[in-house]
């Protein structure tokens, strides 16, 4: 879906820890995907966290329950609490922390939309004279 959605990666690194993949670092961003979220609250391997902030990348989160993806800047998230889940250490946030990237792009169309919409009629009012 990501590579639908946004490009393809030419060259990605699989992040892994003792249970399997945690995500993939795409130049400039990690990418890593959640079931869902606890109320507001979204989760990160700990490990990711602080790859994000140690290299300034950005944090890519797919949510599989609504299918959209969240944009965070780790470094710049001042309430955060860390834990420990299935003996995995753990950071979580608020989801408002982010940006809903699918939201941005349906936003993007709908304002197309509109700009379109008002050329049409602005070109039919200038020949209209």
């Known amino acids: 879906m990501f590579e639908r959605l946004f490009y393809k990666p030419r060259r990605y690194l699989t992040l892994q820890d003792e249970i399997g993949r945690i995500g993939i670092e795409m130049g400039g961003l990690i ?3 959640k079931r869902s979220m606890n109320g ?3 989760s990160c391997h700990k490990q990711i966290w602080e790859r994000c902030i140690a290299k300034e990348k950005t944090l890519l ?3 599989a329950d609504s299918s ?3 944009r965070f800047e780790p470094w710049q998230i001042k309430e955060f609490v ?3 889940r299935g003996g995995q250490p753990m950071v979580n946030f608020s989801i408002r922390e ?3 990237l699918m939201k941005l792009k349906a936003q993007k169309v709908k304002e197309d939309i ?3 919409k008002n050329s ?3 070109t039919k009012e200038l020949f209209r004279q």
């Open 114 to 116: 509109v700009v379109d």
């Open 82 to 84: 860390e834990n420990e």
């Open 40 to 42: 507001d609250v979204v």
């Open 120 to 122: 049409d009629e602005f």
């Open 68 to 70: 959209h993806f969240y």
């Open 98 to 100: 982010g940006e809903n």
């Open 61 to 63: 989160i797919y949510m």
């Open 31 to 33: 990418l890593c995907a």
